[in-house]
C-alpha cells in the first residue's frame, strides 16, 4: 500500500517529517505528536501508536525511541509512529481513561467523525492511519494499578493470510505469551477495527503498575525493529521467537460493587477453573463479591489498587488452545 506521507507531514524519499498533528472537530485542541518516515525506496506502511493509555509509559518511550533513531536513508516504505495518543491525559496522569468524555480511547474503535472526542479520535486513526497500513502495532503495558506478564495479542479473522502475518508480527517480539484472540473479544479495540479492515495488527503488553523503566523500554524497541526487519523494511538478521506460550482466548472478570479488593493469586500463575482467586469485600470487612476463575490457564493481569469502583477489570485470565500445534 506504502502511503509515504500522513495528514501534513509529507517528506522526502529518504527523509523524516514530524510535528503536531490536530484531530478535527474537538474543542479545546486535541493535537497528538507524530513522525512519518519515509525510506529511500518503496515498500512497506507500518503504522504504530503508543499512549492510547497514557501512564503506559514505556510503550511512549520506546515508540519516540523508534522515531527518533530510525535512519529514514536505511529504509523501506514508511513508518507513521504517533507515540502519544492521549495527550489530554498525559500531564494529567489519567488512568485508563481520556479526561475530555472519561472513555477508555481503546474501546471506542472504529469511532465516529461526529461523536465524542475519544469517538473522533479513534475514527481519526482508524480513517487516516490504520486503513492506510500494511501492518499496525499498538503500544500498551500495565496501567498504573496494573501488574501483568508481558504478553502479545492479535486477532483471528478467519483469512489464513493476515492471521498469519499477524501471528508473524506478534511473534517479532520476545514475551511471555501470543493469545490469538476470537473475533470481537474485545469490542471496540484498535486491533479489532483493523482485523476488520484485513488489516495485519497486534496489541502489545509489556511493562506495569505505571512505572517508566528501561528493560521494558528495550523489550518494545527490539520487538519493533525485529517488525521492520520481518517486514523487510530494513536490513538484519530476523528472530522469530518459538517459545511463547499460545493463548486462544481470555476473560476478565470485572468489580460487581464498589469495595476493597483482595486478589489470592499472582500475575503468572496458573489456575484452575473454579478456584478461588479473591474477592471484594466492604469498609467492615463483609465479602460482596467472591472470584472464582472462569476458566483454567495463567493469570495475565491483575489489578493492585486496593480500591475498585463497579465494573472495574479486576483480573485477566488466558487460555491455552485445546489441541495446541507442535
Known sequence: M???S?????PGRGERAHGM??????EPAWEIPAYVLRGKETGPTLAITAGIHCAEYPGIAAALRVAQETDPAELRGTLIILPLVNTPG???RSMY???RD???????FPGKADGSPSERVTHFLT???IKNADAYIDLHGGDMIEALIPFTIYQRTGKAAVDKQSEELALTFDLDFVLAAEPDAVPGASYTAAAKLGIPAVITEVGQQGVFESASVERHVRGIRNALIRLKMVEGQEVLYA??????RFEWLHAKAQGLYYPAVSVGQNVEKGQAIGDVRDLFGEVQQELKAPISGPVLFIVTALAVRKGDPLIGIGAAPANPAG
Open 127 to 129: 480513517t487516516e492511519l
Open 90 to 92: 498525559f500531564f494529567e
Open 21 to 26: 498533528v490536530r484531530i478535527p472537530g474537538i
Open 243 to 248: 517459545n511463547p506460550k499460545r493463548l486462544e
Open 6 to 10: 500522513f495528514v501534513t507531514l509529507k
Open 2 to 4: 506504502s502511503k509515504a
Open 97 to 99: 481513561t481520556n479526561p
Open 102 to 108: 472519561h472513555k477508555n480511547i481503546n474501546r471506542t
